[in-house]
């Protein structure tokens, strides 16, 4: 099984600034099968990248993903006041069909 | 849009049986070439893939929960189902129902989630 691991735990921003978030794999993952979450308080996730680095609909061009491998990364150009939230990445894996989450980043507000 | 909203007990007791639906609105469960899955989170934790179901029925499990966990779907009623047997504290979480189109293309959209507690 693929573990997930995402760093950093904690990302204490100010609005307008960027954001870097990380997401490494224990193995290497197909980038078609790695996606993005956004998570706000009592809300469920909502998706944001899939593919490694592709917008999902009605996503601001602000958010941006990369990486291959087993380093992705999560990039939010200038951070607004709506995006401080808890972001996951998630993976695929065939053999057998199994979808891992990484443990989380909270983006909070500096 | 496709909309997905969860429906069962909030409260189960310990070595029973959890059961939730899912129902699908704007759209058609079995149209189209999707997965349905069930996605939980514990409080304050992160998220754990439970299983889905393909439109044809076929279904693939967390082998963590395999022997536990059984999705079906009634395409009549635009539902989907989860039943987890023996349950314990630890399977209290909120349970998210969700579509993905295949692997590639990520869980959307989601339920809103309902929460189920483990307690006697």
């Known amino acids: 099984e693929i573990v997930l691991t995402q760093s950093p735990g904690t990302l204490s921003l100010s609005p307008g600034e960027r954001a870097t978030l990380s997401c490494r794999a224990s193995?290497?993952?197909?980038?078609?099968?790695l996606a993005w979450y956004q998570q706000k308080p009592g809300q469920a996730p909502r998706l944001l990248i899939y593919?490694?680095?592709s917008r999902a609909t009605g996503i601001p061009d602000r958010f941006s993903g990369s990486g291959s491998g087993t380093d992705f990364t999560l990039t939010i150009s200038r951070l607004e006041p709506e995006d401080f939230a808890v972001y996951y990445c998630?993976?695929?894996?065939?053999?057998?069909?199994?979808?891992?989450f990484g443990p989380g980043t909270k983006v909070d507000i500096k | 849009q496709v909309q997905l909203q969860e429906s069962g007990p909030g409260l189960v007791k310990p070595s029973q049986t959890l059961s939730l639906t899912c129902t699908v609105s704007?759209?058609?469960?079995?149209?189209?070439?999707?997965?349905w899955s069930w996605i939980r989170q514990p409080a304050g934790k992160g998220l754990e893939w439970i299983g889905r179901?393909?439109?044809?029925?076929?279904?693939n499990y967390n082998p963590s929960l395999k022997s536990r966990v059984t999705i079906s779907v009634d395409t009549s009623k635009n539902q989907f189902s989860l039943k987890l047997s023996s349950v314990t504290a630890a399977d209290t979480a909120v349970y998210y129902c969700?579509?993905?189109?295949?692997?590639?293309?990520?869980?959307?959209?989601w339920g809103q989630g309902t929460l189920v507690t483990v307690s006697s």
């Open positions: 969700a579509r993905d189109e295949s692997p590639r293309r990520g869980f959307d959209p």
């Open positions: 704007g759209g058609s469960i079995s149209s189209g070439s999707y997965y």
């Open positions: 179901i393909y439109t044809s029925g076929s279904t």
């Open positions: 193995q290497s993952v197909s980038s078609s099968y």
């Open positions: 593919g490694a680095s």
């Open positions: 998630q993976q695929y894996g065939s053999s057998p069909p199994l979808f891992t």
